[in-house]
């Protein structure tokens, strides 16, 4: 392969524009523990919704955050960098500006058992880096919203006016407290 101007094979970025609604569904069912990088503690910031609603579908989350490093976020403990997880993760999710994600990648590729994905928030994206992941095994999803990702392919955001892409009859049936949470599980 030929390496364009920002040192990632050619056909990589356009390979990263789009995915296909099966590669994400199945990245996200065969996804049991994320460490989420980035994290805050301010229940107003994008990355502590994110901890939250990917916490309440089942998916154990690690937060990752030097300054809050010690503490607990949603009765869950927080590392300061990802060489300090308990254990190994499916999924690191980069919750930073682009700038950062090449150096978290490589920290993430440095694990004792590396994460089967790289997922970069929206917004993030760094071709060089998910290069390098993908060289290693790594799948790698860029630019995109794991929370977003799992209420459009399970239908919860189609509710908001987000077209989730599926047609159903069937009328759904509301959780506790009126707040709609389904599942990835069924396409």
Known sequence: MIPTLDGAPEGLSTRHDRYADGHIREILKETHSIALVGASANPARPSYIVFKYLSERG???TPVNPGLAGQTLLGRPVV???ADLPGPVDMVEIFRNSAAAGPLVDEALAL???PKVIWMQLGVRDDAAAARAE???VA???NRCPKIEYGR???EIGW???NSRIIS???PVMAKGGVQKRTIDAP
């Open 59 to 61: 998916y154990a989350v």
């Open 140 to 142: 790698v999803i860029m």
């Open 135 to 137: 060289a290693a095994g």
């Open 80 to 82: 300061g960098r990802l």
């Open 112 to 114: 004792p058992t590396p």
């Open 153 to 155: 392919l399970s239908g």
């Open 160 to 162: 908001t006016g987000v």
């Open 169 to 171: 009859a069937k009328k």
